[in-house]
């Protein structure tokens, strides 16, 4: 079942719909700096419900950088399923903008049926930001908002290199 709500999570994280209505008056307009340092999956928002992400077992984590490069990181505690890949990005208009650079040969083997881990693939995903800790990344689900909630990594950057790829 955990591969399964994995898959889920990936298919909505880069095919959403985008049919629902994005408000952009409630945030500021954000920058590549707004969004430097690592965001960890914590839960998402679905029909205004507030969720705790289903999988305590997935662990999905973001970095990017200030300037334009941002590591994408999941593992699996069950079978210790890992992928990696790293993206060039901007930000316009609250418009995530991505675009594989680099995808890592020693990616378990179900990583090549994501979509998010294939070179040049490119992805945009609406954005906001709900306080300085919080990045949603709105989505979308039969027509409806699905926001995915990633919370800032709070931590020394001397035990975090977010800009370097895992081994």
């Not at 709500?5 to 909505?12: D, H």
């Not at 945030?27 to 914590?42: C, K, N, P």
């Not at 901007?90 to 890592?104: A, F, G, H, S, T």
Request: glycine share 6%; hydrophobic share 35%.
């Amino acid at each position: 079942m955990e591969a399964y709500q994995t898959a889920i999570f990936v298919f909505l994280l880069l095919f959403g719909d985008y049919a629902f209505p994005f408000d952009k008056t409630q945030t500021l307009s954000l920058q590549s700096s707004d969004l430097a340092g690592g965001w960890d999956y914590t839960g998402f928002i679905y029909q205004g419900q507030k969720y705790a992400k289903p999988n305590d077992k997935l662990h999905v984590h973001f970095y990017f950088e200030s300037g334009s490069l941002v590591r994408l990181h999941w593992t699996r505690d069950e079978d210790g399923s890992s992928c990696e890949r790293l993206a060039v990005y901007n930000i316009e208009d609250d418009i995530l903008y991505q675009k594989i650079i680099w995808v890592n040969p020693k990616n378990s083997f179900e990583c090549a049926k994501d979509p998010d881990m294939t070179m040049d693939e490119q992805t945009q995903t609406p954005i906001s930001m709900a306080n300085e800790n919080e990045l949603d990344l709105h989505l979308g689900l039969n027509g409806e908002e699905f926001i995915y909630i990633l919370n800032r990594i709070v931590t020394d950057s001397k035990t975090l290199d977010y800009s370097h790829p895992a081994n």
